[in-house]
């Protein structure tokens, strides 16, 4: 089985071109599942569908979230259709099993004064304020996710068109940059990033203080410290600012189409979520403009 998962892994990586994240969370849920089958004595090539709905029920029991249980099962099914095109097997258990149905909770979203107040922490007086003003106007700017947002170069970067393009695998998308975010932008450019880095071979838009790729973990501690130091009582992560931009646009107007192609969501019922948060002056424009309002 060791050997199979290493192929599988290997195929999903070069084939599907999936980002890193998503190719771990593939790892973790096969490499779990093996455990699962070695621990009692199954063998994976001859499972049927009642054991793979007692693996998912065995992962309900152990408490893990229906998203959770719901991602395991899609990974699965990936795998043992691997099998099934490689004739390792001859039908492919995971068939007709339905995922659990994943309960869609409302994001945490921040009002645009909490944004306001958030954004004006960072100060641009020393490096360090000029790169945090940069970085947070930017996430609240683009939507963008964590990893995206991290994984940018400068390359990625387009000053005079105001344009950032997004790489995700093998997809790509263009976002604009709003005046403020701009303006931030080529501040820490041109006057903080190259008085930061120590190497000029580094490429990373974002780098930390000591000149290198910012992670996820330096990323959350910066939007951390900014919270708490403007008083902000709402629990604030970097998903925060995806979830307020997307909010804040379709409440200001924006077309759900276009949030959806600057969110890089696949699937616009992804972007339906943000729905419920629209404001009483839209329902207001629809019964002054409406005719049967």
Not at 51 to 76: F, P
Not at 96 to 120: D, G, H, M, T, Y
Not at 196 to 208: C, R, S
Request: charged content about 30%.
């Amino acid at each position: 089985m060791e050997k199979q998962i290493s192929n599988f892994l290997e195929f999903i990586k070069e084939d599907k071109k999936l980002s890193e994240n998503t190719l771990q969370s593939y790892r973790r849920d096969i490499l779990q599942y093996e455990e699962y089958v070695n621990k009692n004595k199954i063998n994976y090539l001859k499972v049927e569908n009642a054991d793979i709905k007692k693996y998912l029920d065995y992962l309900a029991e152990i408490g893990k979230k229906t998203s959770t249980i719901s991602r395991n099962l899609a990974s699965i099914r990936s795998f043992y259709q691997f099998l099934l095109r490689n004739r390792k097997i001859k039908k492919d258990p995971t068939e007709k099993i339905q995922s659990p149905k994943v309960e869609k909770k409302a994001p945490s979203v921040l009002s645009s004064q909490e944004i306001e107040l958030l954004l004006e922490q960072p100060k641009d007086v020393d490096l360090k304020g000029t790169r945090d003003k940069a970085m947070l106007e930017f996430a609240y700017a683009t939507g963008m996710r964590v990893t995206e947002i991290i994984s940018l170069n400068l390359e990625d970067v387009n000053l005079k068109e105001g344009i950032v393009t997004c790489k995700n695998g093998s997809k790509q998308r263009r976002i604009p940059l709003g005046t403020l975010s701009l303006k931030a932008l080529k501040e820490y450019i041109q006057n903080a990033r190259p008085l930061i880095i120590k190497n000029d071979a580094e490429t990373a838009l974002f780098v930390n203080t000591n000149g290198k790729r910012l992670t996820r973990q330096g990323f959350w501690k910066i939007v951390k410290y900014y919270k708490e130091q403007a008083h902000i009582t709402k629990d604030i992560t970097p998903h925060v600012l995806r979830h307020s931009f997307a909010t804040h646009l379709l409440q200001n107007g924006a077309d759900l189409k276009a949030i959806q192609t600057m969110l890089g969501h696949s699937d616009i019922s992804s972007t339906q979520v943000y729905m419920q948060f629209q404001d009483d002056s839209i329902k207001n424009i629809y019964k002054q403009a409406h005719p049967r309002a």
